[in-house]
């Protein structure tokens, strides 16, 4: 079992940054890759970016050059850093770790974007 918590989030304005944090505990030596998922209301909950155990990164198109995953092997944790933010990147953002083709959720953390 894996455990994962986001922190972070909030309310910024148009252009600004935020920084996102994800902890995992529990079975965390079995995690093969984690990241983060965003779902914005009416919408369907949608791939932001992920990095696997050794370090590969995958960003979805829209957020290449603003967004930043990362993470700290020693602390269990990822960290998405988010940049030039834009009204469309309002959504609750996910955090989610894999174990093989299981996938461990957490409970969501809501950035908004002000225009």
């Known amino acids: 079992q894996v455990q994962v918590v986001e922190s972070g989030g909030g309310l910024v304005q148009a252009g600004g940054s935020l920084g996102l944090s994800c902890a995992a505990s529990g079975s965390t030596f079995s995690i093969t890759a984690m990241g983060w998922y965003r779902q914005a209301p009416g919408k369907q909950r949608e791939l932001v970016a992920q990095i696997t155990s050794s370090g590969t990164t995958t960003y979805r198109d829209s957020v290449k050059g603003r967004f930043t995953i990362s993470r700290d092997n020693a602390k269990n944790t990822v960290y998405l850093h988010v940049n030039s933010l834009k009204p469309d990147d309002t959504a609750v953002y996910y955090c989610?770790?894999?174990?093989?083709?299981?996938?461990?959720w957490g409970q969501g953390t809501q950035v908004t974007v002000s225009s």
């Open positions: 989610v770790a894999m174990v093989l083709m299981r996938a461990y």
